[in-house]
């Protein structure tokens, strides 16, 4: 799936934490921050700001913090090896 999305323009940011959504009325702002490995652990590095029109979160375990973000309530419950 990642090499057919990149095959039609998209770009995959990895390690990156959103610390905010906030729709703009006719695009949504991504904020946070990718994160760098230090000392064996990750920490926010370089903060970065997108925008646009459609946003897929892929948060796996994070799911529900995700929606909480957003404001929403999800039926997904993080279960081991899902």
């Known amino acids: 799936?990642?090499?057919g999305a990149r095959m039609h323009g998209a770009e995959?940011?990895?390690r990156a934490q959103v610390d905010s959504?906030?729709?703009m009325g006719s695009e949504w702002r991504v904020s946070g921050h990718?994160?760098?490995e230090k000392?064996?652990?990750l920490v926010g590095a370089d903060p970065f700001?997108?925008?646009a029109e459609h946003v897929v979160t892929a948060t796996g375990n994070h799911a529900q913090r995700t929606a909480r973000m957003l404001g929403?309530?999800?039926p997904a419950i993080p279960?081991?090896?899902q």
Do not use: F, Q, T
Request: net charge positive; no cysteine.
């Open 72 to 74: 929403i309530r999800s």
């Open 21 to 23: 959504y906030e729709w």
């Open 1 to 3: 799936m990642a090499k």
């Open 79 to 81: 279960v081991e090896h």
């Open 39 to 41: 000392g064996g652990i």
């Open 12 to 14: 995959l940011v990895r």
């Open 34 to 36: 990718v994160m760098v």
């Open 49 to 51: 700001e997108v925008r």
